[in-house]
């Protein structure tokens, strides 16, 4: 197994200057290190800051409850992937917005938009919309950390249709999961896909795409297309979308 991930705010700029050496990482992670994963010396883990720099480290001791003195090896950049996946994700009922962000950032995807589409129960408001916010964002941080990412998903605010279709202008591949039998859509495991830029996915609230939101997609140049046979919940559809995706573009190979 690789080594576990616990993340930083930023590397000190003499770390980079001088190819490494020693540094205590302290606070929530540095209790989570010592304390729950109880790291010892002589272990490996890997410090990054979420946005693609990282460093390998030895762990030299663990003193008191929250401090880990570790022996960094130089900083490294990860480059982005290409092409680049964000998935615009309507706001799930309950928990399962959570859950989907989860499972797509395990599964690889590079950003996620929270989309409050026309036929979503749940609406995100004053205090309770930023606090779901800081819960997607949260899960995001820890589930990147769990896959062993160094490079997290952001998690943008929370977007209108129509924020949502000038993304979709912009991307190089554009696609809207939408399975109804009286509506055409192409199979997206056929779709010819583009090597690099840009790959927007929309996946719909339970009640699926409104005709409104279909016709203002489509407007931009976003074509309806189905995974399967059968029908996926909104907190599933995103992470099988994002898997089929990863292996046709080769960033699973």
Known sequence: MTAPVFVVESFP??????????????????????????????????????????AE????????????????????EEAAESPRITVVQALPKG???????ETMTETGVDAIVPWAAARCVTQWRGDRGLKALAKWR????????????????????AASSKQVAALLAEADFAAVLHEDRDYGSAA?????????????????????????????FEGVGAKAYRLGASVLRTSTAG?????????????WS
């Open 239 to 251: 992470t099988a979308a994002t898997a089929l995706l990863l292996g046709r573009t080769g960033r």
């Open 95 to 101: 928990d399962r917005g959570e859950l989907a962000v």
């Open 188 to 216: 997206l495991a056929t779709a010819q896909l583009p090597s690099a830029g840009e790959i927007v996915l929309v996946v719909g609230p339970e009640g699926g795409v409104s005709p409104e939101e279909l016709a203002l």
């Open 13 to 54: 700029p003499h770390l980079a200057a001088a190819g490494g050496g020693q540094y205590v990482l302290d606070g929530a992670e540095g209790r989570h290190a010592v304390s729950v994963k109880r790291m010892r010396a002589g272990e490996t883990v890997v410090l990054t800051d979420g946005a693609g720099r990282w």
């Open 138 to 157: 949260a899960t995001a941080r820890e589930a990147g950390k769990q896959s062993r990412r160094v490079r997290f998903p952001e998690v943008a605010d």
């Open 57 to 76: 480290g030895e762990v030299v001791a663990a003193e008191g409850k929250d401090q880990l003195v570790l022996r960094l090896g130089p900083v490294v």
